[in-house]
């Protein structure tokens, strides 16, 4: 029987026009009746359509109908029901962040690709960087940090020189953007399991926010991030195409 399929794209014109398209060719139900969302847009698209289902542990194939597409499959109309029933699947964790703010505040948030402070003044931001509750770097001098999920490795990440990380390694990445001090820092591999803080220094006169997936807090003091465990994402790719290959393919590009 072929799967129930919820359709939803961006608000580009070319993902549009494809929805009206596939909607019109094989239907579309609401999501309390959908076996599978097929996201039409690009890899923004798929990180905010995986937020808005967080909970309801539905399967998402997405087809790109935006620029790069890492997280997508290649868009075509004809045997879409073919290529979903033999699609391999990948679960992901997010990660958890929790951002006290100078006010006392605290923002929480959930990111996919990675958890990022960046500096809000003119000068670097000073970091203090604790792991399972032992401080292991007393003061990072940059213009941000990152942790970055095996999913995530090859976004922001990636363009802070980090490594790319195999999709189901028990591993994230901690990754400097642009370090001064240790000059020739270039980061961490932490088990998956590890509860990070960072702390800011002198957050008065270097101010700091942290960022979520494009969820911003602005005037951090501390940030708290560790893997969501009960949390989980489906992504459904064609077969052969799947994150592992594609993560491992870019290390060779």
């Known amino acids: 029987m072929a799967p129930r399929i919820h359709f939803t794209a961006s608000e580009a014109e070319l993902a549009q026009a494809a929805l009206t398209s596939l909607s019109d060719r094989y239907g579309s ?16 698209f798929m990180l905010q359509t995986l937020h808005s289902l967080t909970g309801r542990d539905l399967p998402v194939y997405g087809m790109n109908r935006g620029t790069v597409g890492f997280l997508m499959n290649g868009y075509a109309e004809n045997g879409l029901a073919e290529r979903l029933s033999a699609a391999e699947e990948t679960v992901i964790n997010p990660l958890r962040m929790c951002a006290t703010r100078s006010d006392g505040t605290v923002q929480e948030a959930l990111a996919i690709n990675e958890v990022s402070l960046l500096r809000e003044g003119p000068q670097a931001a000073k970091l203090r960087i604790h792991v399972d509750g032992r401080m292991r770097m007393e003061e990072l001098v940059c213009d941000g940090a990152l942790i970055a999920t095996p999913a995530g490795s090859t976004a922001y990440n990636y ?23 240790p000059r020739r820092w270039r980061g961490a591999l932490l088990p998956k399991a590890a509860a990070v803080e960072i702390e800011v220094l002198h957050p008065e006169r270097r101010p700091v926010m942290a960022d979520a997936d494009s969820r911003s807090a602005r005037h951090v003091v501390r940030v708290q991030i560790r893997s969501a465990q009960d949390v989980r994402h489906r992504l459904l790719f064609d077969r ?8 491992l393919r870019e290390q060779f590009v």
């Open 29 to 44: 139900v609401g999501l309390e009746a959908a076996d599978v969302v097929v996201a039409l847009g690009g890899d923004g």
């Open 240 to 247: 052969g195409h799947g994150l592992e290959e594609r993560l």
């Open 159 to 181: 363009s802070a020189h980090g490594p790319i990380l195999p999709i189901n390694s028990d591993v994230l990445a901690l990754t400097a953007i642009a370090p001064f001090r």
